[in-house]
């Protein structure tokens, strides 16, 4: 086929779907069809497959970008009200390799109010549904990316991670998401950007229907970062330690792990080994005021006035973000707790780099419930503590579904490796693809 009917036939797609999912906010179809006739040209000209696939790797192929990183002539908001007339006018470091390497942007896909929620709902876009379940969420922050993966409308995707942002839209969607190892691909180009401490949380990866393409997005996600992993080294499976953990240890502050996530994951580590963290979870202090970020260099904004305005509709904030510059407060009023976490973070991070080690992978829930009802994140809003734990240990991890539930629900599992290990986790992904299936239609079931 040509370049032009693939990209035609996404854009068709995401037209029948994007009105039930409102996962695309703005889309570049015109210049995308622009774009794949170029291709279609370059192919007829003839330079040689060799050539191509050496300085083109991505050719031709449709992707999605979440709308907190800059595609220029695209918004740029991260559903921030302040920022809805915010126009790119150039390309975040990541976008720009991929555009590079023959990606083809259809468009942006929604996030939560300045990627600080796991559900994508914002008052820029609206509320982004699930295509498995239409009352359910996608996840955030990076939920447009995984609703739009999940529903066929995109090849690949790029997402963000700073406490499981990449990770829960993968689970929630029934696809794949990978958080690189810290600090290998570069976070530039994206709103808001992380400072101080948060750099060794944020994580920018790759999103897709099917795990082999993981590790050639990450490739050129990373560019010359890439020499930090070992993607080129050869698994093998046989030699892989497994260590399977159940759950965190349990809190009232923290759902249960939902039965058929425990018994798909028991389904993966029969023949692993077992661990038992005690369930330390450990949240780091903030660099940057949350409540500077809502103000985006406007007026100041005082969560428990803007807490107010929302109960009688006033405010242009959502109620989760509001909640964290309330909870960011009181945080403040405890700096010496903070700093024990601080010391708990480091202590974690040396235990579990020794424990997985060279040949080691970890197999963790992704998060304790299938895709939740809207809203009901409110309820317990802790539950990001499964995936926020590795932004804070700084390990690869990878998501990999499992299946659907007996509601017709993705079902799936973290994959966890020590620094640099990456390797490890995307080569488990590919086995586990095989042996459960991977990515299955919405709909078809």
Not at 17 to 24: E, T, Y
Not at 131 to 156: F, H, K, M, T
Request: hydrophobic fraction near 40%.
């Amino acid at each position: 086929v040509t370049c032009i009917e693939v990209v035609e036939a996404y854009v068709e797609r995401i037209k029948e779907v994007n009105p039930l999912i409102n996962a695309v906010v703005k889309d570049r179809f015109e210049e995308a069809l622009q774009e794949a006739r170029q291709v279609d040209k370059l192919l007829s000209e003839g330079p040689g497959d060799d050539y191509l696939e050496e300085k083109f790797p991505l050719l031709g192929v449709p992707i999605t970008v979440k709308e907190a990183f800059a595609l220029h002539g695209m918004p740029n908001t991260s559903g921030l009200v302040n920022r809805r007339n915010v126009i790119a006018t150039s390309d975040a470091t990541v976008v720009s390799r991929l555009k590079q390497a023959g990606a083809i942007p259809l468009g942006v896909t929604n996030c939560s109010e300045l990627c600080m929620w796991y559900e994508s709902s914002n008052r820029v876009y609206g509320r982004t549904n699930n295509p498995y379940d239409l009352q359910r969420i996608v996840g955030g922050s990076s939920g447009g990316e995984g609703g739009v993966l999940a529903a066929a409308c995109s090849v690949i995707g790029v997402g963000s991670d700073i406490g499981g942002s990449i990770r829960m839209p993968a689970f929630f969607n029934g696809v794949f998401g990978h958080k690189p190892t810290t600090g290998v691909v570069p976070n530039d180009g994206q709103f808001p950007n992380a400072q101080g401490v948060r750099t060794s949380f944020l994580c920018t990866g790759p999103m897709c229907r099917y795990a082999e393409d993981l590790e050639p997005m990450l490739r050129v996600m990373a560019g010359p970062g890439v020499n930090k992993l070992k993607l080129n080294e050869k698994v093998s499976l046989e030699k892989i330690k497994f260590h399977c953990m159940d759950h965190d240890g349990g809190s009232i502050f923290v759902s249960p792990v939902d039965k058929e996530i425990l018994q798909a994951q028991k389904k993966v580590g029969r023949n692993g080994g077992w661990l038992l963290l005690g369930g330390r979870v450990c949240v780091l202090q903030e660099a940057q005021l949350f409540t500077d970020l809502l103000g985006d260099h406007g007026k100041p904004v005082w969560p428990l006035w803007e807490l107010m305005k929302w109960l009688v509709g006033l405010s242009s904030h959502t109620l989760p973000a509001i909640a964290l510059g309330l909870t960011e407060k009181l945080m403040k009023l405890n700096p010496g707790g903070n700093a024990k976490l601080v010391s708990m973070g480091k202590s974690l991070q040396e235990e579990m780099e020794a424990l997985l080690g060279p040949d080691g992978v970890l197999l963790y829930p992704s998060h304790p419930t299938i895709a939740p009802r809207h809203h009901s994140p409110i309820c317990m809003p802790f539950n990001f503590a499964y995936t926020a734990i590795f932004n804070v240990l700084g390990l690869p991890v990878t998501q990999c579904p499992l299946g659907l539930s007996s509601e017709g629900l993705p079902l799936g599992i973290q994959l966890v490796a020590a620094s640099y290990n990456d390797h490890l986790t995307l080569a488990v992904a590919q086995y586990l693809e095989k042996a459960f299936g991977g990515w299955v239609l919405p709909g078809k079931v």
